[in-house]
């Protein structure tokens, strides 16, 4: 009899308590290895005759449960979002067809974070540090050289011919600065450019036109040509309005300058920037006026356009050096010294990709994917 | 008469371009007034993108992109016509956003064209496919979304709040869409759906572009990281050759006719580079001559 | 000076050292930087929009006012601002009937309305078979006096409908406002038709272009007259006919190849050079190594 009793009470307990243990026991922790943080990995037991799961979640902070989704049965290891450093519940309810409760419960509060550091980038961060060590270094070195050898671009040694064949014809020299903002770093390379090209012009007396198609373009653009008319000590010859903004639509600036080409006919155009679809009708008109066209620019769609309707282009790198081979700082030369031997180490390191992938070694490759 | 050939030939050297613009003008006025009718052959690059598609599970949730304004519409409108007409006829839900404000005219019209048609006039705007409109922001707009939807398109196009539509419940980022197609003229663009978005959360994307950027894209597609390019008018054509190949579609399309008006301009192009070779060889014999 | 010299070369400095690691730290406050910062810089971009604005409307309007050579043209750039400012924040239109009972006379409610949305009267039918609080007729009209003659054709059936205006913000995508009609009557056949200009300059640069002066010439020739024709369906019609061991020369074939292989690894080796260029100008300038760009020698 008491024996009897002692299982009858031992069995009620197990049958009030086995269900808060939960056949679900949903367990909640951040996901290893990610380097952002904010996800966390969900695992719940399934429930006998549960019809679907219905998974809530909240932090700590907030009072209601958010519903997430519904799944229609426990995948393993499921992936949720989360505000990293905000403890987060979740909750999984087991649904029977009948839409009622089978069974809920309720995680240990998990809390993400984010690496300091993100390991997935560190190939790119250590080729970073590599790659800007070589051009310090030889930025460095290059005081101490006696000159930098740099192999003749032609487009850049007609910037000054150019703008001489203006000043002679007594005509205009136009100059765009590409369609972008400052954003783009070939807009900065194309306004550099400018400032050298304002310094001939102030030289030669040639006068000079600006359309730009950005506002902070137009300032910044403003402000080089201005300090270079001053260093070249001709301020009397600078005109605010020679910078002037037209608008930020791509073929509503094609075609207001266009109309500046077949109605001013200058005598050389520059086109040195980010340029898009518009390239094209720029550089035929140009053409079709007799100009004489110089063209740079980082887009590699638009460069066989210039290439075909331009007297001269600066090709990718090209322009980018274009700033150094006009200045002739030391520094400037210095720098791309060092971005020429950075250029031959991808070179080598393309060929030894080709020749281990051929041989079906992928480890290098695999490097590369870290 | 040979000395006279040779000066005419000579001349062609100088040809005033106005006249080669009239011929252009004839050649592909010409196709459109009297079809030619040629057959599309679908190439690798839009047969990828469209068996992407085509091979989503029938309850995926796609996002389409659009970033292109009317001056590429002609090439890239059709395109979207196509793709829309196959989500919505494989029954996928379609969320619609844009980078671009000209995109946002772009998509209206899109959904305006393919919703007329009888098969999807029961979908239902907030259910079956929303128009979140356009944000400004470019890239930050991609990169935003990854983590949260709410938090950038507070509101859609109608300026119903996004809590408020049903479609919008089970999608918190863009994580959870099952595919991406962005329509692309430039920037932002395809390249920044493919660095922030796909790429990290590893969505499938695949894209519709104007032909000049397919050569910037082609990187992506090689290794793997896009599923495919329709590149241009000939790339929508061979989209809608394919719509009809497998039964989703059944008339000749936009960009198909007009394909025949760039077949002619080709071909006259190709004329006129062979005539431009033929006059610089005659003024160059000429040249050696004396 | 300092704040004209080291002032912006300090601010250049730290941002652009702080962007440039922030890209590697994935930890508060690293992680959403760059995010706000392209959000800062388009703030900043679109206020700056004014300087540019007012700089046009200067040179254009004193162009008209001294009637300069060409002045009509600033005429038109003058008027075509002020009209679209003018439609985008004053006068919207897009004004729409919203319909909160058929009435007793549905088949005439079902044909007006077919009449105005261009749709099918079925359609019509089962689109208003449930209105629930309010249904809106999907026709937006430019005039409230537009919307009234409709409202008072219906509420003269019976049907209870009222005139309703679009949100500001929508009004800007929406057929039937002033801006939508700028968009599609001007804006976009003046876009297409510059952009079909492309065109005719393609025929143009070809002609004088395409020349066979040496062997690269002849190969880019080559390759371009492949391309031009077997990327359209002329091509695969010009050589269908092949045999199966003659495909290799069918002209999509051969273009597609020409376009993955070739032209890919050609069009990499120069993005691989502007990515270097990129990285060594933006390295000069976080560096104040290049300083011209803010004015400076």
Redesign the interface.
């Known amino acids: 009899m008491k024996r009897n009793g002692f299982f009858l009470i031992l069995g009620m307990m197990i049958g009030t308590v086995a269900p808060l243990l939960g056949a679900l026991d949903p367990v909640a922790v951040p996901k290893e290895g990610d380097?952002?943080?904010r996800v966390v990995v969900l695992n719940a037991n399934p429930v006998d005759q549960a019809f679907r799961y219905d998974i809530f979640q909240k932090s700590e902070e907030e009072q209601d449960w958010n519903f997430?989704?519904s799944y229609a049965h426990l995948d393993k290891d499921m992936h949720f979002?989360i505000d990293?450093?905000v403890p987060t519940r979740f909750k999984v309810a087991a649904i029977d067809k009948d839409l009622n409760v089978l069974e809920e419960a309720v995680t240990e509060p998990v809390i993400t974070?984010?690496?300091?550091?993100?390991t997935k980038?560190i190939v790119?961060?250590i080729t970073?540090i590599l790659?800007?060590g070589i051009?310090?270094y030889y930025?460095r070195k290059a005081r101490q050289m006696k000159e930098i050898y740099l192999r003749p671009i032609a487009g850049l040694k007609a910037f000054e011919e150019a703008v001489g064949r203006a000043t002679e014809m007594g005509k205009s020299v136009l100059y765009v600065p590409g369609i972008?903002?400052l954003?783009q770093?070939?807009t900065?390379?194309g306004?550099?450019i400018l400032?050298?090209v304002a310094k001939m012009t102030a030289r030669y007396e040639a006068s000079l036109n600006v359309p730009v198609s950005?506002?902070?373009v137009?300032?910044?653009s403003r402000?080089?040509v201005?300090?270079s008319y001053l260093?070249e000590g001709r301020p009397d010859l600078f005109n605010p309005?020679m910078v002037?903004?037209?608008?930020?639509?791509?073929?509503?600036f094609?075609?207001a300058v266009d109309?500046i080409m077949l109605?001013e006919k200058p005598a050389a155009v520059f086109l040195q920037g980010k340029f898009?679809?518009?390239s094209?009708?720029l550089?035929?008109t140009g053409?079709?006026i007799g100009a004489i066209q110089i063209a740079g620019t980082?887009s590699?769609?638009q460069?066989p356009?210039f290439v075909?309707?331009c007297d001269y282009t600066l090709?990718?790198?090209e322009?980018?050096?274009a700033?150094a081979y006009l200045?002739k700082d030391p520094?400037?030369l210095g720098?791309?010294k060092?971005?020429d031997i950075?250029?031959g180490a991808?070179m080598i390191t393309i060929l030894l990709g080709v020749i281990f992938e051929s041989l079906g070694f992928t480890f290098f490759k695999d490097i590369f994917n870290l | 008469m040979s000395g006279k050939f040779n000066a005419f030939l000579q001349n062609l050297d100088k040809l005033d371009r106005r006249i080669i613009f009239l011929i252009i003008g004839l050649a592909v006025l010409f196709p459109l007034l009297v079809p030619l009718n040629l057959p599309v052959e679908p190439t690798g690059l839009t047969r990828d993108a469209f068996e992407t598609i085509h091979n989503l599970p029938d309850d995926a949730t796609v996002l389409i992109s659009f970033e292109y304004g009317p001056s590429t519409k002609p090439e890239i409108h059709p395109m979207a016509v196509s793709v829309l007409r196959h989500f919505f006829a494989r029954g996928y839900k379609v969320v619609v956003m844009c980078l671009w404000p000209d995109g946002l005219f772009m998509a209206r019209e899109a959904l305006d064209e393919v919703l007329n048609d009888e098969r999807f006039r029961d979908l239902e705007y907030g259910v079956d496919y929303v128009n979140l409109g356009y944000r400004p922001g470019n890239e930050a707009v991609i990169k935003g979304i990854t983590k949260s939807f709410a938090a950038n398109f507070t509101v859609d196009s109608k300026q119903t709040d996004i809590s408020e539509i049903p479609l919008m419940r089970d999608i918190r980022t863009v994580a959870d869409v099952d595919f991406i197609f962005s329509l692309s003229a430039g920037y932002p663009g395809a390249i920044e759906w493919v660095l922030y978005a796909s790429d990290p959360l590893q969505i499938p994307i695949s894209s519709g572009n104007a032909s000049i950027q397919v050569n910037q894209l082609l990187p992506y597609v090689k290794s793997g990281q896009m599923k495919g390019v329709v590149a241009g008018m000939p790339g929508a054509a061979e989209y809608e050759a394919l719509m009809v190949e497998y039964g989703l579609w059944n008339t000749r399309g936009e960009a198909a006719k007009s394909m025949d008006a760039q077949s002619i301009a080709h071909l006259v192009i190709v004329l006129f580079i062979i005539l431009g070779n033929i006059a610089y060889y005659a003024k160059r014999k000429t040249q050696k001559k004396y | 000076m300092f704040l004209k010299r080291q002032v912006p070369l300090a601010i250049v400095f730290i941002v652009g050292v702080i962007m440039l690691l922030s890209w590697f730290i994935p930890h508060e406050p690293f992680a959403n930087l760059e995010i706000h910062a392209t959000q800062w810089f388009d703030i900043i971009a679109s206020f700056a929009m004014i300087l540019g604005a007012l700089n046009l409307l200067k040179l254009q309007g004193r162009k008209v006012i001294r009637r300069q050579k060409g002045w009509f043209y600033s005429l038109a750039a003058v008027l075509g601002f002020f009209l679209t400012l003018t439609f985008g924040f004053f006068f919207k239109g897009g004004y729409y009937l919203e319909v909160k009972d058929v009435g007793p006379n549905a088949p005439y409610f079902n044909q007006r309305v077919s009449e105005v949305t261009h749709t099918e009267i079925d359609a019509v039918e089962r689109a208003f078979s449930k209105i629930g609080k309010g249904k809106p007729i999907n026709c937006n009209f430019y005039t409230h006096g537009g919307a009234l003659k409709l409202y008072n054709e219906l509420s003269s059936k019976g049907a209870v409908v009222e005139i309703k205006q679009l949100p500001w913000g929508s009004h800007l995508q929406e057929r039937g406002t002033f801006y939508s009609w700028i968009f599609y009557s001007i804006f976009t056949p003046l876009t297409s038709t510059m952009f079909a200009l492309l065109a005719f300059f393609v025929a143009s640069a070809s002609y004088r272009a395409f020349k066979i002066r040496n062997l690269e010439a002849t190969i880019l020739l080559a390759a371009g007259i492949i391309i031009m024709i077997g990327r359209v369906p002329l091509g695969a019609y010009l050589t269908g006919w092949l045999p199966s061991w003659l495909q290799w020369l069918h002209l999509p074939r051969l273009q597609e190849w020409i376009y993955q292989y070739p032209n890919a690894a050609g069009a990499r080796a120069i993005m691989i050079g502007i990515g270097l260029g990129i990285v060594g100008t933006s390295l000069r300038v976080i560096l104040g190594i290049e300083k011209s760009f803010m004015g400076e020698k």
């Open positions: 380097p952002e943080g997430i989704i979002d990293n450093g974070e984010a690496m300091w550091f993100n980038r790119r961060f970073m790659f800007s051009i310090l930025i972008m903002d954003d770093v070939e900065i390379s306004v550099i400032g050298h950005r506002s902070l137009m300032e910044a402000e080089i201005h300090e260093s309005d002037h903004y037209y608008t930020d639509d791509q073929f509503a094609a075609a109309g109605r898009y679809a518009e094209l009708i550089a035929e053409n079709s980082g590699p769609s460069i356009f075909t309707a090709i990718g790198e322009f980018f050096a700033s200045g520094k400037l720098s791309i060092g971005q950075i250029k991808i």
